[in-house]
């Protein structure tokens, strides 16, 4: 588990932003480690890796762990107080120090594009022509080939669904529609119990042509 100050300032986030924060504590050691696992290198070179949605930074850390010298790491968040908190812990960091973005993913154009995207976003708080937007950018934004590393909280889809309100039942219904489009791109799953709530991490490829229907 993240350290308690890390946990109670993404809390006071939490109840300040919960849309966009989307949960209420940091994620575990054991999601962290299952969301960088796929982060590896080819016979390509260096790796261009993305970070979106870092919040207090614990998967940030795994992945300066896991990469290399030479790799290029960029995180994207869009809460200031997270990044005032991701460039007191990152900056100068070694073997790769992350560049950090306070910005909205939406609006991020780095003039390239990367091997492996990361991301914490809780689509599940998003309108449904949001999450969609957001698919599309990171489909634009990965190589060919390259992939899309997210998680999401197990069974809050469902739950949603059944129990929310109107707009909420269909919100919930409208991104598991989406996401079911995108079903033949995944290429690895697993769920992590020990996260507040459990979590499962799904790993999907770009494919080499991007289909606009489904991207
Ligand atoms: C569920 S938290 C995940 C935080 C962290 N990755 C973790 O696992 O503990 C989601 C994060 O996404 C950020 N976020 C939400 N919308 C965003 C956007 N449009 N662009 C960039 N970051 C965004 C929030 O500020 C928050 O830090």
């Known amino acids: 588990m993240a350290g308690v100050l890390d946990g109670l300032k993404f809390l006071?986030?939490?109840?300040?932003?919960?849309t966009t924060v989307g949960a209420v504590w940091p994620s575990s050691r054991g999601l962290c480690e299952a969301m960088v696992r796929p982060v590896v290198g080819g016979a390509g070179g260096p790796l261009r890796v993305l970070e979106v949605g870092a919040g207090v930074g614990p998967v940030t850390t795994e992945l300066t762990q896991r990469l290399l010298p030479g790799d290029h790491l960029?995180?994207?968040e869009l809460n200031p107080a997270f990044c005032t908190t991701l460039h007191q812990r990152f900056d100068g960091a070694s073997p790769v120090?992350?560049?950090?973005?306070?910005?909205?993913?939406?609006e991020f154009d780095p003039g390239f594009r990367y091997n492996h995207i990361v991301s914490g976003l809780p689509l599940a708080n998003?309108?449904?022509?949001?999450?969609?937007?957001?698919?599309?950018?990171?489909?634009?934004?990965l190589e060919p080939g390259g992939t899309l590393i997210m998680f999401h909280h197990l069974l809050g889809r469902e739950v949603l669904r059944m129990f929310g309100g109107t707009k909420d039942r269909k919100r919930a219904q409208q991104l598991m529609?989406?996401?079911?489009?995108?079903?033949?791109?995944?290429?690895g799953s697993r769920n992590v119990l020990l996260n507040m709530p459990p979590a499962r991490v799904l790993v999907r490829r770009r494919p080499f042509e991007l289909?606009?229907?489904a991207s």
């Open 74 to 76: 960029d995180v994207v």
């Open 211 to 213: 289909d606009r229907r």
């Open 12 to 18: 006071s986030q939490s109840f300040r932003n919960g």
């Open 97 to 106: 120090a992350p560049i950090i973005h306070n910005a909205d993913i939406l």
């Open 126 to 141: 998003f309108p449904a022509e949001l999450s969609e937007a957001i698919y599309t950018r990171f489909f634009e934004l």
């Open 177 to 187: 529609e989406l996401e079911e489009r995108l079903a033949p791109l995944v290429v």
